[in-house]
């Protein structure tokens, strides 16, 4: 199984950088994902590290420490809409192959 | 466009009845999952089947059946075995069996249950 730990709450404000940290225990780790939810939608998905390093994908950017076992979802020039629940996920290469551990999400909450 | 239906998006049943939630994509995944979403906890998952006629329990699945007789289609009975039915659920698919290998998942809009 996995075991996957990230804030409940964040706030910020309008035009500000955040940081959005997982933390993950993993029996056999095969890549991390991050995936955006506005309340009472789908989760879309945002990025996906396997390997150690930064991720970027305009605004948005995501970091993988593999020896750590620590991710991070970094959101620059913020924007409203950005307000919404962020998932952390982990897939897993051992006996439970074809599915992905969420972590309890990070309501993110951007303030005018 | 391709993409993935759940309907109803609300639903309403009284406590003691058995009840399908609809999935249906047209992205031609293999695989497709059911998640359970609840206030203050992570995605749960319940079932997944990465291949039709095949599937498989996932960390929540008693009081809940599944089945996968054709590869668009994955519906959810929840039954009145489940003891707290109230809940987001969630259907999902991807292209590749393994999501971890960078074949992310493909989320529906949800169904949410209410049970009385």
């Known amino acids: 199984g996995q075991n996957i730990d990230q804030p409940t709450e964040m706030t910020a404000t309008e035009g500000a950088i955040v940081q959005i940290n997982c933390t993950y225990q993993t029996s056999g780790f095969n890549g991390l994902f991050w995936y955006q939810q506005h309340a009472g939608e789908a989760p879309t998905f945002l990025s996906y590290?396997?390997?150690?390093g930064l991720e970027e994908k305009g605004r948005f950017s995501s970091f993988l420490s593999r020896s750590k076992g620590y991710s991070y979802l970094l959101l620059k020039e913020l924007q409203m809409k950005d307000s919404a629940s962020y998932l952390c996920?982990?897939?897993?290469?051992?006996?439970?192959?074809?599915?992905?551990?969420f972590g309890r999400g990070t309501q993110l909450t951007v303030w005018p | 466009d391709g993409g993935i239906t759940q309907s109803p998006k609300y639903l309403f049943r009284k406590e003691g009845q058995n009840v399908t939630l609809s999935c249906e994509q047209n992205?031609?995944?293999?695989?497709m999952y059911w998640y359970r979403q609840d206030p203050g906890q992570g995605l749960r998952l319940i079932y997944y089947s990465q291949i039709v006629n095949d599937f498989q329990k996932g960390d929540i699945a008693e009081g809940y059946s599944v089945s996968r007789e054709k590869k668009e289609s994955f519906p959810l009975t929840v039954t009145s075995a489940q003891k707290n039915p109230t809940a987001f659920y969630l259907c999902a698919s991807s292209t590749d069996i393994v999501p971890g290998r960078g074949s992310p998942l493909h989320f529906g809009n949800g169904t949410r249950l209410t049970v009385t």
């Open positions: 992205l031609n995944h293999d695989a």
């Open positions: 590290n396997v390997l150690d």
């Open positions: 996920a982990t897939g897993d290469r051992g006996s439970t192959l074809g599915r992905l551990y």
